[in-house]
């Protein structure tokens, strides 16, 4: 497969939206895509019209369908399954490059640290859904969970980030451990969005610079 899968993960309220914008109007003119491949802006949940209908379920539910956590698990990995055979694996096949708005890595932080669903399980769907796909380049944003908190401030929390303080610690520190054992780039995001999407360009020139030709 001769096109390229990037991916931001972390906490909510971490600035990812923010940066996958600014990123997503740079790459395409950076130099580092090869001259005709497409960027793909995309995100989990939600990269196709099944996955909106999923989001909305997920997210934003009446208030009687609102999933149980072994119901949310499969909705998530079912959003996934369909974004990767629908989108990711098509663009990628095509030489087009795919940045999306989270990843697998997610479930195991919010399903898996955060609900305490068992790994294993997880692991499962998640070989399931990506069907072997794997991000070329996974970058962390790394903000201290009262900062996210700061940032979000009055803004209207949907059914994930309603969970609560200790829900989100649990989260933060699955994004931790999971950054170290699959590679991840750490972005040191407690600082301007400014300064943190010039960090994420370097990183991102560095990696993929020394594989033009
Ligand atoms: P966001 O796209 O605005 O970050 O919102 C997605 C929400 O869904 C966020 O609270 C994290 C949560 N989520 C999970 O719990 N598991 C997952 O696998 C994914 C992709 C997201």
Request: proline letters at 6%; a negative charge.
């Amino acid at each position: 497969m001769s096109g390229r899968f990037l991916v931001l993960e972390g906490i909510d309220g971490c600035g990812k939206t923010t940066q996958l914008r600014q990123l997503a109007d740079w790459l395409p003119g950076s130099g580092l895509m090869p001259s005709g491949a497409t960027l793909h802006l995309t995100r989990e949940p939600g990269g196709t019209p099944l996955g909106r209908a999923l989001r909305e379920l997920l997210l934003n539910p009446p208030a009687e369908s609102a999933p149980d956590p072994t119901a949310e698990l499969l909705l998530y990995a079912a959003d996934r399954a369909q974004h990767v055979e629908r989108m990711i694996r098509p663009a990628l096949e095509r030489g087009d490059w795919v940045l999306s708005d989270r990843f697998s890595g997610s479930t195991i932080a919010y399903q898996g640290d955060g609900r305490g669903l068992n790994l294993q399980t997880i692991l499962d769907l998640e070989r399931i859904a990506t069907a072997g796909i794997t991000p070329d380049v996974t970058l962390w944003l790394d903000l201290p969970l009262q900062e996210s908190l700061r940032r979000r401030g009055a803004r209207a929390d949907d059914r994930i980030e309603a969970e609560g303080e200790s829900f989100l610690m649990r989260v933060a520190d699955g994004f931790k451990r999971l950054a170290a054992e699959r590679g991840w780039i750490p972005v040191e995001a407690d600082q301007g969005a400014e300064q943190v999407q010039q960090l994420i360009r370097r990183l991102l020139e560095d990696r993929f610079a020394q594989a033009l030709p």
